[in-house]
């Protein structure tokens, strides 16, 4: 039988085609082999051997090299994870807070009603007062062996009781030494009855960054020791950007779950330390969280011990950062309240009643542009100057007023509640 010339190159080129397929097969068959040779696992840990395995597969292909980095990431150091060595370093120190305190309010709102009143008399029984008990709960941790628990001031304050609860059963009868509520802090003393307590170990808040690990503990909707894992999402996250200008903070933003009763608990880096104490929950957040810097809380922990309570310095405006641009635009616009003078600075915007600043004359207005001879661009950073100075200082305040320049002298007061 003869084979036309075109029949035998199909059939030559088939055979090619046939052999080239065998190969690459055998080839991919090799390579996989090799990779599951040096894919580390569990119950095989990496070894010396093993790396120099993976360097030499890695340099004939890049791909490798990638996927044998995030192995080795993964691979979990003593059976488990960070998160749970990180859990079981800190976990003993965190206690669940349970607070009562009682309340005296009319039994109906009606009863207040002057309309109401008027008819049946202020002596009418059904407007006498009537206590009602509240019950909370929250989260905290424990910073010193004598009994010392850091919490959120929004979790003990006014609470005519404080019951401790350690992860191991044990509970102790606490009591609120110091609130302040501008941070959102407070400490709570049990008497330990000379019982040994787990501490939590507190790291250093100015350390972290963006994208660090962060784990949130606490006791969630009444879920006991509930572990949250997420991020660092954003540091120095100011109250005003969070929605609650009455607080002095800069928060650190996590994507870490926090639900109500995570308050006052910590939140704690890949090593088990404490970098910030959970607070700031918005009900119309998903997935963000905010936290007080743990360093925060370490300045202002003595002086809830020793006198219950953070002195601070004021002047007594309401203040917004103002550019130059923003001044112009303002300006421009002309259903615009005021003009302001087109500077840098910080703008006065409402000047409160006996204050400081209303007995040294500043007005609604007026832009600061700097204290003591340095320039200031921002609310923020005038606020930290108010602080820093302390109590009973006079501050030399440049003052922009329209088309003046102006010297103001504002003695700081201390803030009451």
């Known amino acids: 039988m003869r084979v036309s010339k075109s029949s035998s190159s199909r059939f030559r080129r088939t055979r090619r085609q046939f052999a080239t397929h065998v190969m690459a097969l055998v080839m991919g068959i090799l390579l996989t082999m090799g990779s599951l040779k040096v894919m580390p696992t569990q119950a095989s840990p990496m070894n010396e051997s093993s790396l120099n395995s993976v360097n030499t597969v890695a340099q004939a292909s890049p791909s490798v090299i990638n996927s044998s980095k995030q192995t080795l990431a993964a691979v979990p150091t003593g059976g488990h994870s960070f998160v749970a060595d990180a859990v079981q370093q800190i976990g003993p120190a965190v206690v669940r807070l349970d607070t009562e305190r009682t309340v005296t309010r009319n039994l109906d709102p009606m009863f207040d009603d002057p309309f109401f009143r008027r008819f049946f008399g202020d002596d009418f029984s059904g407007g006498s007062p009537r206590e009602q008990l509240q019950r909370g709960q929250g989260s905290g941790f424990i910073v010193d062996s004598k009994g010392i628990i850091l919490t959120n001031a929004h979790v003990v304050e006014k609470a005519d009781s404080v019951a401790v609860t350690l992860t191991d059963g044990r509970e102790f009868e606490g009591t609120v030494q110091g609130v302040d509520k501008l941070t959102d802090l407070a400490v709570v003393k049990v008497n330990t009855k000379g019982e040994s307590l787990p501490v939590a170990s ?13 784990i949130a503990i606490g006791n969630p909707l009444g879920l006991n020791n509930t572990v949250t894992l997420g991020i660092v999402s954003t ?17 650190i933003q996590t994507d870490a779950a926090i639900n109500p009763g995570n308050s ?43 006198d219950g309570k953070v002195t601070r310095p004021y002047v007594g405006i309401q203040m917004v950062s103002l550019t130059a641009d923003d001044a112009r635009e303002n300006n421009s616009d002309p259903n615009s309240d005021f003009l302001v003078p087109e500077v840098d600075g910080v703008l006065v915007v409402r000047v ?13 207005g007026d832009v600061i542009t700097s204290i003591d001879g ?9 606020q930290k100057r108010v602080e820093a100075a302390g109590v009973g200082r006079s501050l030399k305040f440049e003052v922009q007023r329209r088309n003046q320049t102006k010297t103001i002298m504002v003695k700081t007061a201390e803030l009451e509640d």
Do not use: C, H, Y
């Open 352 to 364: 409160l009643p006996n204050t400081p600043a209303a007995s040294a004359g500043l007005r609604r």
């Open 264 to 306: 006052g608990g910590p939140l704690v880096n890949g090593r088990g330390e404490v970098i910030g104490i959970n607070t700031a929950i918005r009900a119309d957040a998903m997935g963000i969280g905010f936290a007080i810097p743990v360093n925060k809380a370490k300045d202002i922990e003595a002086q809830l011990l020793r």
């Open 235 to 251: 540091l120095s996250r100011s109250s005003n950007d969070v929605g609650i200008p009455d607080k002095r903070l800069e928060f």
């Open 374 to 382: 340095q320039g200031v661009d921002s609310a923020g950073e005038l």
């Open 202 to 214: 507190l790291g250093n808040s100015e350390n972290i960054e963006v994208g660090d690990w962060a």
